[in-house]
T-cell receptor, first 110, second 117 residues
Framework: GEDVEQSLFLSVREGDSSVINCTYT??????LYWYKQEPGAGLQLLTY?????DMKQDQRLTVLLNKKDKHLSLRIADTQTGDSAIYFC??????????FGQGTELSVKP | NAGVTQTPKFQVLKTGQSMTLQCAQD?????MSWYRQDPGMGLRLIHY???????DQGEVPNGYNVSRSTTEDFPLRLLSAAPSQTSVYFC????????????????FGPGTRLTVL
């Protein structure tokens, strides 16, 4: 069935790079997404990548897509304390529904 | 635009009580959905609607009802609350159905934290 897997926690030091990984199962997904959830708030779309792309860069964010391994990653350069949040990977599943991963809680230590 | 609004922010219920979680959006979005968020499980889709008068079940619909009488509002009803329904509930909307072409960014409300004793 459809499944999106992420590790639950990541801790980095301020100024380091963060890499959050995700694996998915539906090879027909047209879009893959990264959503960010700040404490006490709803989710916000952070970035997305179309399935015919390998990489997308947006300022400090780099998304890498390996379709062969069904692996998606989000790299945040020069991580700041304001980047502390939960990051969700999501894919468009069968019937067009969004399938979310469990979320990775990123903790940035000064 | 207020975006997606949800009320209440917090609610405590006793087992067996019923209540309605309110959701409204002012972006004229056709697609609306309800998710629940539980630790270590991500977001799971409860019900969704592709337009006024049309609703369908998601992954975990049991114990919940929805209706969509207007484009703006999409309330979620708990018929007889159970402790297993303790969760954070998010309403979301998007311009198009998630299954249609395009990015179809979903906009989320701030959530309702529900505790059932």
């Amino acid at each position: 069935g459809e499944d999106v897997e992420q590790s639950l926690f990541l801790s980095v030091r301020e100024g380091d790079s963060s890499v959050i990984n995700c694996t998915y199962t539906d090879s027909s997904s047209t879009y893959l997404y990264w959503y960010k959830q700040e404490p006490g708030a709803g989710l916000q779309l952070l970035t997305y990548i179309f399935s015919n792309m390998d990489m997308k860069q947006d300022q400090r964010l780099t998304v890498l897509l390996n379709k062969k391994d069904k692996h998606l990653s989000l790299r945040i350069a020069d991580t700041q304390t304001g980047d502390s949040a939960i990051y969700f990977c999501a894919e468009k599943g069968q019937g067009g529904k969004l399938i979310f991963g469990q979320g990775t809680e990123l903790s940035v230590k000064p | 635009n207020a975006g997606v609004t949800q009320t209440p922010k917090f609610q405590v219920l006793k087992t067996g009580q019923s209540m309605t979680l309110q959701c409204a959006q002012d972006m004229n979005h056709e697609y609306m959905s309800w998710y629940r968020q539980d630790p270590g499980m991500g977001l799971r889709l409860i019900h969704y609607s592709v337009g006024a008068g049309i609703t369908d079940q998601g992954e975990v619909p049991n114990g919940y009802n929805v209706s969509r009488s207007t484009t703006e509002d999409f309330p979620l009803r708990l018929l007889s609350a159970a402790p297993s329904q303790t969760s954070v509930y998010f309403c979301a909307s998007s311009y198009g159905h998630v299954g249609t072409s395009g990015v179809n960014e979903q906009f989320f409300g701030p959530g309702t934290r529900l505790t059932v004793l």
